[in-house]
């Protein structure tokens, strides 16, 4: 199994461009999340999904949108980035809901001009 | 917010030694788990306590938590230099145990 995988791991936007922040997963987990950690901080939820065709906002949603067609994937969208988006974005996956324990990805580094 | 905060933020120890960090949140939980992340990578579970539960093992990871003070901990015994690492604590919040919530972190140095 590969777990979770994201793509791409590095990119660099200019502000104003959208872009989209790839997930999946290949264990059939139910639960699928994104955070987003800023440096020396914890990490913040930003969307998560229970299921395909669910989803819901977590803590820190303004700004990405998402969509859960499959059970794999999970994909984050930027609509129109901001420097304020500049973080590393975690990708994470779990049996039924978090009560289980949450695999997480490599990551994703977001850097915008 | 539900957040909750480690304590100390930093911690440096010789290997051999134990290391103790704790975490504080404000509302009730259903579970508080426990996560490691080594710099610049994704973060690894460590232990899970639910909210029942007031102790657990596992290895050399004893973690305590205690619902009237809000409150857990995280002992790692006999530190290697290999625990060298950010150590985060998470909450399912218990009005909705979809949303998770992660702390601040303390980043633990182990000296060889």
């Known amino acids: 199994n590969a777990g979770v995988t994201q793509t791409p791991k590095f990119q660099v936007l200019k502000t104003g461009q959208s872009m989209t922040l790839q997930c999946a997963q290949d264990?059939?987990?139910?639960?699928m999340s994104w955070y987003r950690q800023d440096p020396g901080m914890g990490l913040r939820l930003i969307h998560y999904s229970v299921g395909a065709g669910i989803t819901d906002q977590g803590e820190v949603p303004n700004g990405y949108n998402v969509s859960r067609s499959t059970t794999e994937d999970f994909p984050l969208r930027l609509l129109s980035a901001a420097p304020s988006q500049t973080s590393v974005y975690f990708c994470a996956s779990s049996w039924g809901q978090t009560q289980e324990t949450q695999y997480f990805g490599p990551g994703t580094r977001l850097l915008v001009l | 917010s539900q957040q909750g905060e480690e304590d100390p933020q930093a911690l440096s120890i010789q290997e051999g030694e134990n290391a103790t960090m704790n975490c504080s949140y404000k509302?009730?939980?259903?579970?508080l788990q426990w996560y490691r992340q080594n710099s610049g990578r994704g973060l690894v579970h460590l232990i899970l306590?639910?909210?029942?539960?007031r102790e657990k093992h596992s290895g050399r990871l004893r973690v305590t938590l205690d619902t009237s003070k809000k409150s857990s901990s995280l002992l790692i015994t006999a530190s290697r230099a290999a625990d060298t690492a950010s150590y985060f604590c998470?909450?399912?919040?218990?009005?909705?145990?979809?949303?998770?919530?992660f702390g601040s972190g303390t980043k633990l140095n182990v000296k060889p």
């Open positions: 509302t009730s939980i259903n579970n």
């Open positions: 306590i639910r909210s029942n539960e």
């Open positions: 998470a909450t399912a919040a218990g009005d909705n145990f979809n949303k998770f919530y």
């Open positions: 264990m059939n987990h139910e639960y």
